[in-house]
């Protein structure tokens, strides 16, 4: 069955710290994978989308992801974190050995970046 | 603009009542989607729907129902048979392409349910 893992409820970081927001998933054909964010009471912002190709990409607001298909995972990482950054981020894929428009969403990583 | 928008963003009902949440977007995308938002769950799929006047079941269908009369509108009623309807709903759409694939969800702002 398809799945997203986001491992870790909360993460926190220090302002101008590197972040990592984790994310893996398993799927029965080759992934379409997603980040997106959500600031409170408000619908999802799309960040970056791995779907073919490199496997670093590159997003919004600085934001990138990278692709390991062996770890099966697609972590979030940003270099300088800022304290506008804080937010729920969340871990999209679609399964496209599945036949399906379904995307699995994981259950979302509130980060605070602390000043 | 360009975007999907959401109608009401707050909505009160009484238990009992049935309520109907718009969504409507003007992206030209063909395939729409209803999540249903809960604390620590992450967004669960209601419906989905890739034309008009065809639609499916998503994982937590009960309760729900949906129409997709026009392209640019999939609205979402909340019935009384739906136990626990207080919740944050979200419309999504994407692109198919020419494969059938689709991309990226472009979301709504969101609905805010309380019924009690």
């Known amino acids: 069955a398809q799945s997203v893992a986001q491992p870790e409820d909360q993460v926190n970081v220090a302002e101008g710290n590197p972040l990592t927001v984790k994310c893996t998933y398993s799927?029965?054909?080759?992934?379409?994978l997603f980040w997106y964010v959500q600031y409170p009471n408000r619908g999802l912002q799309f960040l970056l989308k791995y779907i073919t190709g490199d496997n670093l990409v590159k997003g919004s607001y600085g934001f990138e992801a990278e692709f390991n298909k062996s770890q099966t995972s697609f972590h979030l990482k940003k270099p300088s974190a800022l304290v506008s950054d804080s937010a729920l981020y969340f871990c999209?894929?679609?399964?496209?050995?599945?036949?399906?428009?379904?995307?699995?969403f994981g259950t979302g990583t509130r980060l605070k970046v602390l000043a | 603009d360009g975007g999907i928008t959401q109608s009401p963003k707050y909505l009160f009902r009484k238990e009992g009542q049935n309520v109907t949440l718009s969504c409507e977007q003007n992206?030209?995308?063909?395939?729409m989607y209803w999540y249903r938002q809960d604390p620590g769950q992450g967004l669960r799929l209601i419906y989905y729907s890739q034309i008009v006047n065809d639609f499916q079941k998503g994982d937590i269908a009960e309760g729900y129902s949906v129409s997709r009369e026009k392209k640019e509108s999939f609205p979402l009623t909340v019935t009384s048979a739906q136990k626990n309807p207080t919740a944050f709903y979200l419309c999504?759409?994407?692109?198919?392409?020419?494969?059938?694939?689709?991309?990226?969800?472009?979301f709504g702002p969101g609905t805010r349910l309380t019924v009690t």
């Open positions: 799927v029965s054909g080759n992934p379409y």
């Open positions: 999209a894929v679609r399964d496209m050995g599945s036949g399906t428009y379904k995307y699995i």
């Open positions: 992206l030209n995308h063909d395939a």
């Open positions: 999504a759409s994407s692109t198919l392409g020419t494969s059938g694939v689709s991309y990226e969800q472009y």
